[in-house]
């Protein structure tokens, strides 16, 4: 007997991607390994209509983008980059049960022309699912660079499919995916036909409960499903509970009982995904040649890279290098910006106070919370503006897979995932976009560990503090601007590399503790080196990322501003409410080579890391409100008059390295594990080693002085 389905569209990804279907509209699936320009293909068929979110019930993100060509309406779905349709990943169990259950009427499945066989293996994947797909083999000017020549028409005749050669960032061969796209979902009753033939024995054994299976599932190739029972995807049979309607499991069961229990599962998904690659194989060497076998620009780059010998230092040269030029770009701007902002602020509150508005009320809004803003805006937006074109250029030419490449290794050893790698380096940027990042992690484990231990990466919140306490008592006697900012940029990388230490740590130390496990493997494919769009850099830097984070600063870091206002005036005996506080943690702060002022600066700087250092000047200053300062020496003086030496320069860089993660980080947390408990190790257990470093330097420091 048949089974009823739930809608033609499966009801769950309409209300993920809203999809309304007009008349004369079709659904088209976008599928392709990552690194092989599918998103460029997307955003150049869609434009401006595109809409984002989750994929029901996973933390994978998907895409969806409306287009017309000739009169007739597409939703095409960008799904997740992909490898296989196995299922060995969120990414893939998304991919195939879009392609699955989505009821799409085409595919387009994007392949990379520079590495057209590995590429394949998907298309004859997707090809069993369904047979209305359109192969686009993109970036052929990359394989052009590197006298790659594709025979279109012999691939076409030997697939019996539509193949277009396109580069899409060139807008080349553009017109022709659509042309082929359209060829395609209105062609009816395409004869089915199998690409791959697997062994005499897996063959027979699909072909002895085939029919049963067209029977039970009409809307499903009964052959894939078939495969899929042989080869025991579990994750296949909870998606057809999911998205299929009707009482199947008795006879599903029944078909899947004529498996023979001996026959090894793993033996023959192994089977099966050989003789795929051994047929991508075949077909690669019929429509593909190559005018010579020099050695590729990109593989003599990686060789010294990604070497043994040079992969390290390399990175910590780039990283210096980032940090060096971020720190030179920011100070003028910074200034400039500060000097305009502040000079707001005196025509404000005699503007407020001419509105008869009670003084204390003008004081809170201008010196509590219009000094945050001005404050927050003038100390994050250069740097962010500076740093994160700086992060996107490195990943659009190509170099961050290198990085996670390169680091590997070290997160294995600490069992854990080496996409981990690239997490923190989100984290760079703002820990709560790092921690999001963390959705590319398919081990929930490994997911887990990856989460709690982004904050050790410093944040763009934190650079200011970093820099500006290593350059007052570390580099200051270097008179040279040049080498005193290469110098800040070397203290600021070893500050860092404490921070990944500490991470690589705590990440094995919870592998054998809290979460237990082996790390698991993933594919990580080194995408060729590209020159980068500055378009896409000058968008996705600034507008996405910069502005993005700076709103959620400032929207956490005014409330705080208001706040501290009223603690530092609002006394109560001789002392304001400030300096009471600051005395009470003066003996903890001192157990940890710091001071109470100081502990409290970072309490009150949760909401936004980029206030600890104004609450801290005005706390010594006793201000009352927050307070800049006119230069580095002028803060540097003010510190050393209280009682501040290098244990405590060096304490407070590495508290701030260490200590809790901000406000908008731990809601982050909450919200990607849906859990108070991890949200509150995630708070503690940062802490606890801040504490634990802080007070192992001082008695380090303290043992030093003895004897010297």
Not at 393 to 418: M, S
Request: with cysteine.
């Amino acid at each position: 007997m048949g089974l009823t389905y739930k809608s033609c569209k499966i009801k769950s990804l309409e209300d993920s991607f809203n999809i309304k279907q007009k008349e004369n509209s079709y659904v088209v699936a976008l599928a392709g390994n990552p690194n092989t320009g599918k998103s460029t293909v997307f955003n150049y068929l869609t434009g401006l209509k595109q809409h984002t979110g989750n994929w029901p019930g996973k933390t994978i993100a998907t895409a969806r983008g409306e287009f017309s060509y000739n009169n007739i309406n597409y939703n095409l779905i960008d799904l997740p980059g992909t490898y296989s349709l196995f299922a060995l990943s969120q990414e893939e169990i998304v991919a195939r049960d879009f392609i699955c259950f989505g009821d799409v009427d085409a595919a387009i499945v994007v392949c990379d022309a520079t590495c057209l066989e590995r590429n394949l293996n998907l298309l004859f994947q997707v090809l069993e699912l369904t047979n209305k797909v359109v192969l686009c083999i993109n970036l052929i000017d990359e394989a052009e660079k590197k006298s790659i020549k594709i025979d279109k028409d012999k691939m076409e005749e030997l697939l019996g499919i539509p193949v277009v050669l396109t580069s899409a960032r060139n807008k080349i061969g553009m017109e022709d995916l659509q042309q082929a796209l359209e060829k395609v979902v209105l062609q009816k009753n395409i004869e089915t036909k199998n690409y791959v033939t697997y062994s005499e024995e897996i063959e027979n054994l699909v072909d002895s409960f085939k029919d049963e299976l067209e029977e039970l599932f009409p809307q499903i190739n009964s052959r894939w499903l078939g495969l899929r029972i042989v080869d025991g995807d579990e994750s296949l049979f909870s998606s057809l509970e999911k998205y299929v309607e009707g009482d199947f499991n008795v006879q599903l069961e029944a078909i899947k009982n004529k498996v023979p229990k001996e026959l090894d599962k793993k033996k023959i998904r192994d089977e099966i995904s050989k003789i795929n690659y051994d047929f991508a194989a075949n077909l690669f060497d019929a429509v593909v040649s190559k005018e010579n076998d020099k050695e590729d620009i990109d593989d003599k780059i990686d060789s010294i890279i990604t070497s043994k010998y040079f992969a390290i230092p390399s990175m910590l040269i780039m990283l210096a290098l980032v940090l060096w030029i971020t720190i030179s770009g920011a100070n003028y701007p910074s200034q400039i910006l500060s000097n305009i902002l502040f000079s707001v602020e005196p025509g404000m509150y005699d503007f407020l106070v001419g509105l008869n508005i009670p003084i204390w009320i003008c004081e809170m809004l201008v010196f509590g919370l219009y000094k945050t803003f001005a404050w927050v805006v003038s100390v994050m937006l250069p740097p962010m503006a500076i740093f994160f074109p700086l992060f996107t250029f490195l990943e659009d030419l190509g170099y961050l897979p290198r990085v996670a490449f390169n680091l590997d290794h070290l997160f294995k050893k600490c069992k854990t995932h080496g996409k981990q790698c690239l997490t923190m380096c989100m984290g760079f940027g703002c820990n709560a976009c790092g921690v999001i990042g963390c959705r590319i992690i398919d081990s929930p484990r490994e997911r887990l560990i990856a989460i709690l231990t982004n904050t050790f990466v410093p944040c763009n919140g934190r650079f200011p503090t970093l820099i500006a306490i290593s350059t007052i008592f570390f580099t200051a006697a270097i008179k040279n601007p040049f080498l005193s900012n290469v110098s800040t940029a070397i203290c600021v990388t070893l500050i860092i590399l404490v921070g990944i230490g500490i991470s690589l740590l705590v990440s094995y130390l919870f592998s054998k503790t809290l979460l237990k496990g082996e790390s698991s493997t993933f594919t990580l494919e080194l995408p060729p080196y590209r020159v980068p769009q500055i378009g896409r850099i000058i968008y996705t830097s600034l507008i996405d990322r910069t502005l993005f984070v700076l709103s959620r600063a400032v929207v956490v870091a005014i409330p705080a501003g208001v706040i501290t206002w009223l603690l530092a005036n609002i006394t109560i005996g001789d002392m304001t409410i400030l300096n009471h506080i600051a005395l009470f943690l003066d003996p903890i702060g001192k157990f940890i080579g710091l001071d109470g002022f100081i502990l409290l600066a970072f309490i009150l700087g949760m909401p936004a890391n980029e206030i600890v250092i104004p609450i801290l000047i005005m706390s010594y200053m006793a201000t009352g409100s927050m307070t800049d300062y006119a230069s580095l020496s002028e803060l540097g003086e003010l510190l050393t008059s209280h009682g501040w030496t290098y244990l405590t320069a060096l304490n407070l860089m590495l508290f701030s390295l260490l200590h809790w993660p901000c406000t908008t980080t731990l809601l982050t947390i909450k919200k990607e594990t849906n859990s108070l408990k991890w949200t509150a190790l995630g708070f503690i257990i940062p802490t606890c080693i801040a504490f634990i470093v802080c007070f192992c330097t001082r008695i380090l420091y303290d043992f030093l002085m003895f004897v010297f």
